[in-house]
C-alpha cells in the first residue's frame, strides 16, 4: 500500500458503527504555520494550589501517598465538579424529555508533586505509583458508593486537549451511570465474544503483532498487498503492547493494552504496573520525538461496575486510549461523525518506532 496516497473509510474493528476517513491528501492543504506548545518547566510556582507547600490553596486531600508532607501524588476533590455528591433541586422535564441525578465524584489526581514535570520525564517507579493510585481510588469509590456504575480516569495536557492547569494532573470522575462509548465496547465486543468464542481486542494484538499475509486482486492474481508482522506495534513490553490502531481517529493515536487477556483494569498487578510504565513512558517518549511537545488526552476504558459485569470478562478487555490532539475537529466532522485523518496509520506508527528511545 501507497502510505503516503490513501483515501479511504475505515470500519472500527471494536464498534462498527464508527468509522474513520483516512484521506493523507488534507495534509497537503495550505495552513497558517504556528508556534509550537510551550510548557511551563519550572519545578514550583507560588500561586500553583498543585504545588507541594501549597496544600492549603486546596480543598482536604481525600487520598495522597505517602501520607506525609512530602508527598508525590495527591488527590482532592475538584472544588469545580461535573459531578457531585451534593444534592441540587431536580429539574422538570415534559413529554420525552428525560434527565438523571448528576451525582457521582470528581477528584483531581495531581500526579507530582513537581509542577512542569512532563509524563515522559517522569521515573517508570513513579508511573507505576501513579496507575496504581487510580487503581485504588477507582476501587475504594465502587466500594464505598453503591449507586456508581463506571469510574473514569482521564488526563487533559495542555489548553487543546482542555487543560486548564499547567501543573501536571489527572482527573477522577465516578458516574451512575456508563457512557455511551464505554457501553458500545463492551456490547460490541461481547457479540464477537458470543459468534467467535475470542476476545475481538486479544485477536487485534495478535494480529497486530503476528499477521502475514498476502492480498490479491481477484481477477489477475496480482499481489495487491502485503501485510509486514508488528506493522502497527509501536511498543512492546513483558505485558503491554502500544498499538497504532487501524482506524485511528487522531493521527498520532495509541493504545496500550495487556498482551494476555483482562477485562478490569482493578486486577493489574505491581509486576504488570512495572511493566506498563515502562511502556508508556518509552511511548510517550517516542511521541515527543516525533510529534514534539505534544498536547494530549489519556483515559482508561475497564468493564464497568454493573450488576452483570462478570458476564463480559472473557469478552472484553482494558486498555489506555492516547489521543494526541495535533487538529481541531471541522464541520464535516462534527456533522458527519467521521473522523478526518490525515497521516497514514502505517505510517504514523512506522514513524513511532524508528525514534530513539534511551533507557
Avoid at 511493566?275 to 516525533?290: G, N
Wanted: aromatic share 10%; charged share 20%; with cysteine.
Amino acid at each position: 500500500m501507497d502510505h503516503e496516497n490513501i483515501r479511504e473509510i475505515r470500519i472500527d474493528p471494536i464498534v462498527p458503527t464508527q468509522s474513520v476517513l483516512i484521506s493523507t491528501a488534507r495534509g497537503n492543504r495550505p495552513h497558517k504555520e504556528e508556534l509550537p506548545p510551550t510548557r511551563d518547566v519550572r519545578e514550583y510556582v507560588e500561586s500553583c494550589p498543585f504545588c507541594r507547600g501549597n496544600e492549603h490553596l486546596t480543598p482536604p486531600a481525600s487520598f495522597q501517598v505517602p501520607s506525609t508532607e512530602e508527598w508525590e501524588i495527591r488527590a482532592v476533590e475538584n472544588p469545580y465538579p461535573i459531578l457531585s455528591d451534593v444534592p441540587l433541586p431536580p429539574g422538570v422535564t415534559q413529554g420525552l424529555q428525560q434527565a438523571v441525578e448528576g451525582y457521582g465524584h470528581h477528584e483531581v489526581i495531581i500526579d507530582h508533586s513537581n509542577h512542569g514535570i512532563a509524563l515522559d520525564q517522569m521515573s517508570e517507579q513513579h508511573l507505576a505509583l501513579l496507575f496504581a493510585f487510580y487503581r485504588d481510588r477507582m476501587r475504594f469509590l465502587y466500594n464505598t458508593d453503591p449507586r456508581i456504575r463506571y469510574v473514569l480516569v482521564f488526563k487533559n495536557f495542555g489548553k487543546a486537549a482542555g487543560g486548564s492547569m499547567p501543573h501536571t494532573h489527572s482527573q477522577l470522575i465516578a458516574m451512575p451511570i456508563v457512557p455511551h462509548n464505554v457501553h458500545d465496547e463492551v456490547e460490541y465486543s461481547q457479540g464477537f465474544y458470543q459468534k467467535n468464542g475470542s476476545c475481538i481486542f486479544c485477536t487485534l494484538i495478535d494480529e497486530a503483532m503476528s499477521l502475514q499475509t498476502t492480498a490479491y486482486d481477484r481477477r489477475s492474481g496480482e499481489t495487491r498487498q502485503y501485510y509486514v508482522s508488528g506493522k502497527y506495534v509501536v511498543e512492546r513490553g513483558r505485558h503491554f503492547v502500544a498499538i497504532k490502531p487501524f482506524a485511528s481517529r487522531y493521527e498520532w493515536e495509541v493504545h496500550i493494552l495487556p498482551i494476555k487477556h483482562q477485562s478490569n483494569f482493578l486486577q493489574v498487578t505491581s509486576e504488570e504496573l512495572d511493566d506498563l510504565a515502562w511502556v508508556l513512558r518509552r511511548t510517550m517518549t517516542r511521541l515527543k520525538a516525533v510529534v514534539g511537545e505534544v498536547q494530549y488526552n489519556y483515559f482508561i476504558h475497564t468493564v464497568p461496575h454493573v450488576e452483570n459485569s462478570s458476564d463480559f470478562a472473557h469478552s472484553f478487555h482494558w486498555h489506555i486510549e492516547i489521543c494526541p490532539r495535533t487538529s481541531i475537529p471541522s464541520g464535516f466532522e462534527l456533522g458527519s461523525g467521521l473522523f478526518i485523518n490525515t497521516i497514514s496509520p502505517e505510517a504514523a506508527a512506522s514513524q513511532l518506532r524508528q525514534a530513539e528511545v534511551q533507557d
